[in-house]
Structures are given as structure tokens and as C-alpha cells.
């Protein structure tokens, strides 16, 4: 992209002067370093300033204006400093990441070792074009603005680092997840046989190992088969962030490239690390690989194990229908993973087709009275002498809080301890069932560590791989970022984007309803619900298209919420 200058309406100048609303599109980062200032070639006339300019209409500035008002929101003040937007024609916008010369002028630049490496010998394009960007919304009208895009991943023709200069570490931070060795693995293999970095070392036990335990030298050999294996060959923990220890260690030990692989607290963190980098001037490249089994980090499909994590379910729910169907008035009960969003519970669901009844966090329901879960049980097991329950760990957390008083408790990561939803509900349907002296047997299955703790399958092993080559030609250009599949294309996306918000199930979406279709199930929602709902979908849907959401309520930005 040009390196060019925005112009505000002429009308609107002091306005966004007094706003601080003028933006210097960036420079590209992917060509050698830009200078200051250049001067023109002898016997060249110089273009005048006018030239280099991109007048922004009356219609479009607003959006850009707009957008950064909605970046803002979930924003500390020190972090708006970090938010690079520019602007192009129709309404486009680049929402950009990070790069070393943001703060690191005249970096010297090298030809990247991939244009020299066998294997890309017959590949017809080596490297991604320098404008090259991933739209965040693919269905679009026909006299829609483009929207925003992220810079889109993969290798660059110049490179930030010298391959025997880069000193790497990875560390995993937070639950277990299919996938953490498929992406160790490739990490490490991808920056030794694409970059000839040999300097890889693992940070043990989570955020903590940075500044508690020796750096663990890993090499291609050492991490060969561990993709096999479920976990994480380098340990995890919860909590342990201190950025100044963490930073502190980084600096002594030379390191110039962090692979951090985690949540959204993990992503949260990994964004204080860069902010720490940047303000000591350091030439470290941060990337974030976002892990979590929910599925709910925002802006990316979907993240690694997800995959695997539906297909395991099915075992558990298959194991459910048998243990019900073998029974009169059998209940199968199966409780999965999904503290704030029911994803696995819905996939997983649908692709079984033997469940009756899935509830999720974001589909509030009750037990008793007319559309309640207990007559719709007690329907269920007259139609077909058996039924199969799913139910994500998330939900009916407020029901459970009426009848179990509990204090309000977190984990080392800062997130809610929550009520087993599984049991109780168990105990409430022997009761309902005891009322109404039915006969009835209840089999309860928790396969919630089984899930996690298995190694990735072939989709995701293959998911995994192009996320950690797509993280490493990012940290090699010199980006900072969280890497992540955007409408099915890789892309660089910035901290801020993945952490101040969560991916949720829409229960006014399609995919809910032909859930609701499959399972015969009752919605359990009041015209109001659908309503509030409704009014949440149609609020983030004008934050994603850059209009001004400050005026809506906030209770309307959550999800499903009354």
C-alpha cells in the first residue's frame, strides 16, 4: 500500500484537529525499511503534495471516525496509542498490527531464506503481496463499504531478523487442548527448515518458566513424534503473568521472538508483553496463537482442537444414547465444555442427531411450567421411552445459584468457578420424576478431561501446522499479533481485537435453529428474550461495520442477555 497522507473534509479539519483524528497511513513494512525522508532522483519532477494524498469524502470519514470510537471502547487509555487503522477506497479499512519500525526506525531488512529453499522451488508465488488483506465480513451488499480487513499472513519477501541471529521460545499457557504438541512441533520444525533458526528453547509450566525454571533447548528431533501425544510436552499453568519479570528474563537471555500459546487471558497477556517490549525499545516480534477448546475467541472460525473436541463428544453421547435407549424412560445426561459459549455442545449435537435436548450459556431456560424442561422431559419419554440431554458446563448457572448459595469464586486465570450443572440438574430431574412417581433411570457422563486431553485428528494436526508456519513468517517480518483463520485465509489480527470480546453462539442464527429443528426441542424463550437478543446481534453487527455504537445501551452488547 502507498505511503500516503489522509486529508479531512475541508469543512471538517479543525474538527478532527481538535480530536486528534488525523491518521498517517503506514508505511508498507514488507519492502526494506523506509527512510524519513528521500530525495527525489535527478531530472524526476517531484510530485506535488496533493498527489500523495487521499481525500477522504464526506461519507467515509465518519466511518473511519466511527470505527475508532468502537475500537476504543474496550480500551485502556495507554492502549489506543497501540491501534492502527488506514483507510482506502469504498470504505475500506485496515485494522493493522504492530511492526518493529512502529518504534525502531531504519531496521536493516534481509532476503528471506524461503526464496533459496527447495521445497518452494515450484511454488508460483513465494511471498504475499505487500497490500494483500483479509476482509472480517465476506457477505456483504451491493452498495455496502468494504469494511474492515486484517493484513494477511504468510511470508514476506524481506525479513526483520538474520536466521543465525534469532534467538526463539515458546511457551503454553492455561487448559490442555488437542493440538498443543502439533503446534509446538511445527513451530519449532517450521523456523529450523524453512529459516535455519537453530536457537529454539521452551518455557516450562506456563508464564511462570520465564522467570522460574531454565529455558528447555528444543531441536527438530527432540519434538518428532510428540504430535502424537496429547497435553503439552512443556507444561502449563493458570496465572503467573508478571510482565516486568517476564520482559526482564527476556531481555538477559537475548530472546527476539516469542511464541505465546493460549486463551484469551494468554492473548491478554502476551499483549502487556509486546506493550513492556515496545516501551524499552527492544527488537522482539510477539505472536500469539490463540488456543482455547470453547471456540471462543472472537474474529477468528474457529480455533485448534475444536475439531477434534466435537468428534470426541461424540463418543460420550453415543455411550449416552445407549446407556437411555437400553432403559424404560432412560435419560442420558452428558455434560461438555463451554464455560461462556455452548459451541461444542452445538456441533456436537448436531452432527450426533441423537440428542434431544442441548442447552447452552447463551440460551437461558427453565424447569418448571408450561414450555419448561420438565414437561418437555416428561413429553420426550412418552413419545420415545428414553431421551438424551446435552449440556454445556456454562449453563444455567443463575438457576443453580437460586437453590445452591455459593460465593462468588475464580481460578488463577480470573475466570468464574462454576456450579457443576451436570449433577444438579440430574438431582432436579430424579426429583421432578419422584413427584410424579415415574419410573425413571438417569445416567450422568463427565467426559470433560477426556476431551482435552487427547491428541489432535488429522484436520486439526493439518489446522495447527498452518497456524504455526503462518505465526512464524509473521514474527520474521517483524509483526506483532495474534495469527488466525479470518473467512477461511490466514491473517494477522491485532491483541486488542481477540481479547476485548468473545466469540458466542447467536441464538437468533440459522445454525441455532436448525439445531432447534433437529432436536425437537422447545427454544425456552419468552417473545422478550428473542427480542433482547435480536437487539445484541443488530448492536455488534454495527460495531463490526464501523458505525458509532456509543449510544446503545450496554447491556445490549452481550450476547443472548435480557
Not at 86 to 94: A, C, F, K, S
Not at 201 to 218: A, T, V
Amino acid at each position: 500500500m502507498a505511503s500516503s497522507h489522509i486529508i479531512l473534509p475541508k469543512e471538517e479539519e479543525e474538527e478532527g484537529a481538535e480530536a486528534g483524528l488525523g491518521v498517517a497511513v503506514e508505511a508498507d513494512h514488507d519492502s526494506p525499511a523506509q527512510r524519513p525522508f528521500q530525495e527525489h532522483a535527478p531530472g524526476k519532477a517531484a510530485l506535488p503534495f496533493s498527489a500523495t494524498c487521499v481525500r477522504i469524502s464526506r461519507d467515509s470519514y465518519p466511518n473511519l471516525r466511527a470505527l475508532r470510537n468502537a475500537s476504543a471502547l474496550d480500551l485502556h487509555d495507554d492502549d489506543a496509542a497501540f491501534v492502527k487503522l488506514e483507510e482506502g477506497d469504498y470504505g475500506y479499512v485496515l485494522d493493522d498490527v504492530p511492526h518493529l519500525t512502529d518504534y525502531l526506525h531504519d531496521l536493516p531488512t534481509f532476503p528471506n531464506p524461503l526464496q533459496d529453499h527447495p521445497a518452494y522451488s515450484t511454488v508460483k508465488q513465494y511471498f504475499v503481496n505487500a497490500d494483500d488483506t483479509v476482509p472480517e465480513k465476506v457477505v456483504v451488499q451491493k452498495n455496502s463499504p468494504r469494511g474492515v480487513h486484517f493484513r494477511r499472513a504468510g511470508p514476506r519477501q524481506r525479513v526483520y531478523f538474520e536466521s543465525e541471529e534469532v534467538k526463539a521460545c515458546i511457551v503454553t499457557c492455561g487448559g490442555l487442548c488437542p493440538g498443543l504438541n502439533t503446534v509446538i512441533r511445527e513451530l519449532v520444525c517450521g523456523l529450523s527448515h524453512m529459516y535455519n533458526v537453530n536457537n529454539v528453547f521452551g518455557i516450562q509450566n506456563g508464564y511462570k518458566g520465564f522467570y522460574s525454571s531454565n529455558y528447555l533447548p528444543i531441536t527438530p528431533k527432540s519434538v518428532n513424534d510428540i504430535h502424537k501425544r496429547g497435553g503439552t510436552v512443556l507444561g502449563t499453568s493458570r496465572g503467573g503473568h508478571d510482565t516486568k519479570k517476564i520482559v526482564d528474563n527476556i531481555q538477559d537471555r537475548g530472546i527476539n521472538q516469542v511464541y505465546i500459546i493460549g486463551g484469551d487471558g494468554t492473548q491478554k497477556g502476551a499483549y502487556e508483553i509486546y506493550k513492556e517490549i515496545r516501551r524499552r525499545g527492544l527488537q522482539v516480534a510477539v505472536a500469539g496463537i490463540p488456543k482455547t477448546i470453547d471456540n471462543d475467541i472472537a474474529v477468528i472460525d474457529k480455533s485448534f482442537g475444536f475439531d477434534t473436541a466435537v468428534e470426541e463428544a461424540q463418543r460420550a453421547i453415543n455411550a449416552a444414547h445407549v446407556e437411555a435407549s437400553s432403559a424404560e424412560n432412560g435419560i442420558g445426561l452428558v455434560k461438555l465444555m463451554g464455560r461462556y459459549s455452548g459451541f461444542i455442545a452445538m456441533y456436537a449435537t448436531l452432527a450426533s442427531r441423537d440428542v434431544d435436548c442441548c442447552l447452552i450459556p447463551e440460551s437461558p431456560f427453565y424447569l418448571e411450567g408450561e414450555g419448561g424442561l420438565f414437561e418437555y422431559i416428561d413429553r420426550r419419554l412418552k413419545e420415545n421411552n428414553h431421551m438424551v440431554i446435552v449440556v454445556a458446563e456454562g449453563a444455567g448457572q443463575d438457576l443453580i445459584a437460586q437453590s445452591i448459595p455459593a460465593a462468588d469464586q475464580q481460578d488463577a486465570s480470573g475466570n468464574k468457578l462454576l456450579l457443576d450443572v451436570g449433577l444438579w440438574l440430574t438431582h432436579k430431574i430424579k426429583d421432578y420424576c419422584k413427584s410424579k412417581k415415574m419410573e425413571m433411570t438417569i445416567k450422568y457422563i463427565d467426559p470433560t478431561y477426556m476431551i482435552r486431553a487427547i491428541p489432535s485428528n488429522a484436520s486439526d494436526n493439518v489446522y495447527c501446522t498452518l497456524l504455526a508456519h503462518s505465526a512464524i513468517h509473521g514474527a520474521m517480518a517483524g509483526y506483532s499479533f495474534t495469527v488466525g483463520m479470518v473467512n477461511g485465509r490466514h491473517a494477522y489480527i491485532p491483541f486488542h481485537r481477540v481479547t476485548s470480546t468473545r466469540n458466542k453462539v447467536r441464538i437468533t442464527d440459522r445454525m441455532w435453529a436448525r439445531l432447534l429443528s433437529s432436536t425437537n426441542q422447545p427454544s425456552f424463550l419468552s417473545k422478550e428474550d428473542i427480542d433482547a437478543a435480536r437487539e445484541a446481534d443488530k448492536a455488534a453487527n454495527n460495531r463490526k461495520n464501523g458505525e458509532n455504537v456509543k449510544k446503545q445501551p450496554a447491556s445490549l452488547l452481550a450476547n443472548g442477555e435480557k
